[in-house]
């Protein structure tokens, strides 16, 4: 029989409670004890899942406790990602780091020697279809990458006060296409332009902006475009291709399941998922499931660690100076 | 805190797994007992899901068990299915009632009186899309339904000793589509016409045919057509569209998630699902809850019953009869 | 410099007038005659396209003539196809070759010993994506034919005067499908079972349908569907699969071109053609090149012929044979 | 009976053969006269079509000559333009008017006063589906645009000695979809950045790049992206989308007619179109048609003209230098 991942999780919102789920449900894992500043949430989420609630220096200075999921606040990131591999935790960090790259560079350097397995959540990796784009890519089906175009369009605004918080639509939103292009393309950025807007919360315009086209210049010569926006009327579209110099792979925007209706002049089909959550859910355990792999010994590719974390960060700071400075601007290193 | 219903799974074979792990993850239920003939199987399915294993008579006769699901062999059914409606159970049974419409007859008169919620395995009810085409037709959008076109193309030839015991492919395999059919036109089938040969496995044509064509005329007026077949080179095939006065819905071919790939003269996208279980799996959840909020007094729509069931299989027995006899047949009323 | 097949057209209403526009635009074609029991129609039309009006008559008589084209009412085309290869000139004759099999049996039987080029107007084989189909069909991609799907919608009810002369759906509508299937797999129909009704047009009840199913059995195995509708709500519908042993070729619904709208739940496609003759337009043409090509001596293939004719024409009458008598009938051999 | 316009063809070359066969079927035209500096290629163009071979004297000085089309080498456009509308004729002149924006918009300032009817050839805009997307934008459908995706990409590389000549990849290529987007929008490119790279040709790295990303600013607020390649390995992929408030239109890629293959765990369509002129083959028709229709006097929305040739080229120039100086560039005024 099998030994379970015993797992702390640090952090009940939404995005905790989804995680939460995930652990419970996961055979080779059992989620032990739930941490939360809201003790009551944390008590609550813990009864659902067969838990118990308890602090983070139980869940850090406890034998019970093999691994750590840090899903709380961003601010707490850093330092509870560093306490946890110094007490020899494993740790599956939402992202960012840091909303600072310096300080998130400074923890991942102090936390590097120590080997313990880190992920850092970009569970995006695990969607389906950019999976099998990848494999495709890799076994060299369309030759060498030229052109990339990537679109990511969330559907419904986020409250101002989100917003606030966030670092901006940069930091916050693109950094997960940042993060897919390096991982998909296995190269990096060196240089990125930036154009935004804030055409659909004008309010947002003294600190941010909701609508923004980039592009950007890869290390072995590709040229890369990606677009974002906080709303779209026609639901959640995420969407890459990859044109290589034999053909051109895409993961398309995905339409949920439904009838098809044919009528008068037209053909209208089921539209896309209603809001990002419904689109990525999944992604989040296959992570999980890849990290939990990855813990037991087993080689797994493409699991996001905290490098591929600094590396993103540090395209999503060159791409928000290209927006305020209106220039190229290039990449730094790591 | 809500009740849960007890549940005991008679059948522990491959069904009876798939409605286990329902069962154990349905948060309105509780899998209290698994039966089975293979006892080992029964306690090692019990153990998976946290139930205990037991005899038929125990699931029979505790006041433990609120439901009992039938997941036995198919010459089981109908005796199981009167001693469960009659021990006062709610039943959920695997079609079909019994292979013999005269013996399902039987069992409909004797245990329609009692007043307990029964629902028949037509889990394809379930499925989204033909849900989804089902409400827009209901609620007009497409006028009076004049034409159906159906398809129920398994990917794979099932072993020989399957078709023996099936029935053959009209009341195993078609069965699911007289349903629907009825289901999604809310009308009654007529007539029915059907050609059918051994075209994959030519060695069954004493018994059964692998592929056939199928026409049929509706009380109100509409005509049908169907296909069946037992293997495909393209994955499962499963698709219907209605055609009314005022335009079609139609619910498609259904690929799965992956990537596009623009090569050549060509655009290859992810086929279609790889077998009709990986397809239809979610329907068994679907229906299971369907049925569970029907047990607590909720008004479901399209919950298939004992009366469907019979329905389903006489159109069954004339298409069958059809098959055999090379001419249109009547089918018979209930 | 290559030498113009000079042609006389009889009959000049709307599909003498496509043909009057296709003769006059092919560079090896010089439209010399056009022939109209209303003379002023023949002399607008001639006029049109740079040709003189004549009596048919001159055409069968002139040596300046090489080839006639029969557009006129269906009643005439037997006399005018045998009167025209009895002069020695190559026939494009639309179809059929007369309403009743049998005196279209007893002309082709006449003139068959006489060679000349002869063509039935069985244009729809020269729909781009039913040629391609057939390509790869023949090309063994798909190996051996088991089961062939066919849709033949048209979108606009016709007047009821056409559909009093018309001879029924079978022998105006289905008909171009009998041909489609027989040339697509290279295999005759032996048994059709047919079941219709008049849904869109109640008042034509006592003499035909507008909507009808079908299933047929073909002589090396395979088995086929055929539905026919006279009106639509959604445009012109036209489609064929081919399911094989080892995959299935689909001439699949086409839209025509247009904007993509992307709102709300849902993504709106263009729809289909508006109507069969913007659907099937450009085959007249790729079928009169065929035919001149033919006649000048290079090898075409599928150039559809008296025999093929005979044989749409003999599945026809089997089918409004079952029509009628509730029954399945065996097509006559020719 | 209509009055014909009387066009001389000035170039009958590759395009020049294009208008001279629209010019030869379009029914309210004649092709009189066909100019060339190679005499006797004029003699055959003209003679295959009807017409007759001259100088572009007689063309400009002759009255039987109402409107001139220009279609010789680029470096000639802006000489012919300026003598043709001083002539008094009708102009229908081949894009760009000069390479050089300074002498593109000397001979705009000069001729601008003398009122003939003159269009520039932004074909593009003809395309049936871009014409329906910029339609149902013009109607409000989706609200205000806010995000444009545009790409351009072609499927085989030109002769390098066309590249010498072509201006490069921003006045040659990109300027069609800068002409598109001003006209999509009706909005202005007020700043553009451009990244590119001769990934498909490194031998013209010295003077131009074959692939190109771009991203642009409009007056009205909204951003838009395009991208560029001189060869794709699957086709000619031509797509515009317009994401607005209240939803998106888009242009899709293009298939051809074609039969769809099911296949193991794939769905093969066709392709896109082989090459640029066979997706945009029509809309020089449509275009020329437009012209015709104006010099009629007819209102005719959306034809592109003097104005519209230097908006085009003053993008491309900026891009030019974006390129170039690796940095974002205003786009000057006209």
């Known amino acids: 029989m099998q030994t379970l991942q015993r797992f702390a999780l640090i952090g009940s919102g939404f995005i905790g409670q ?11 894992v059992e989620l032990a004890l739930v941490c939360d500043i809201d003790h009551a949430r944390a008590e609550t ?27 709380s606040a961003t601010p707490t990131h850093a330092d509870l990602l560093e306490q946890a591999v110094r007490a020899g935790k494993a740790v599956y960090c939402e992202k960012p780091i840091d909303l ?61 006060s989100y917003l606030h918080a966030s670092g901006g639509q940069m930091r916050d939103q ?14 990096e950025v060196v240089t990125v332009g930036a154009l935004g ?13 909701d609508t923004s086209v980039l592009i950007m210049r890869m290390q072995q010569g590709a040229l890369a475009q990606l677009d974002n926006t906080r709303r779209t009327a026609y639901g ?34 089921p539209g896309l998922y209603a809001d990002w959550f419904s689109r990525v859910q999944t992604t989040y355990y296959s992570h999980l499931d890849a990290f939990v792999r990855h813990i037991k010994g087993e080689q797994v590719d493409g699991l996001p660690g905290l490098i591929d974390g600094l590396r993103a960060q540090a395209i999503a700071e060159a791409a928000q100076l290209s ?12």
């Open 100 to 160: 600072s790259l310096q300080r998130a560079r400074d923890v991942v350097e102090k936390i590097s020697p120590i080997k313990v397995p880190v992920t850092v959540g970009f569970n995006r990796r695990f969607d389906l279809s950019h999976q099998q784009l990848k494999a495709q890519f890799k076994q060299g089906v369309i030759g060498k990458a030229e052109l990339i175009q990537m679109a990511c369009r969330a559907s419904e605004l986020p409250p101002i």
């Open 174 to 187: 693109a950094i997960h296409f940042f993060d897919l292009l390096r991982w998909l393309t296995e190269d």
């Open 236 to 269: 959640y579209d995420e969407r890459i291709s990859v044109m290589g110099s034999a053909g051109m792979l895409a993961s398309e925007s995905q339409s949920t399941r439904g009838a098809t209706l044919y009528q008068g002049n037209g053909i209208t089909q």
């Open 45 to 71: 989420v813990a009864q659902r899942f067969g838990a118990v609630a308890g602090s983070v220096q139980q869940a850090l200075n406890s034998d019970a406790i093999d691994a750590v999921l840090i899903a």
């Open 197 to 209: 807007a804030a055409l659909a919360m004008p309010e947002i315009r003294e600190f941010d902006v």
């Open 18 to 28: 989804v995680h939460a789920a995930n652990l419970a449900s996961h055979p080779g």
């Open 323 to 334: 927006l305020v400075r209106g220039e190229f601007v290039a990449v730094e290193g790591i």
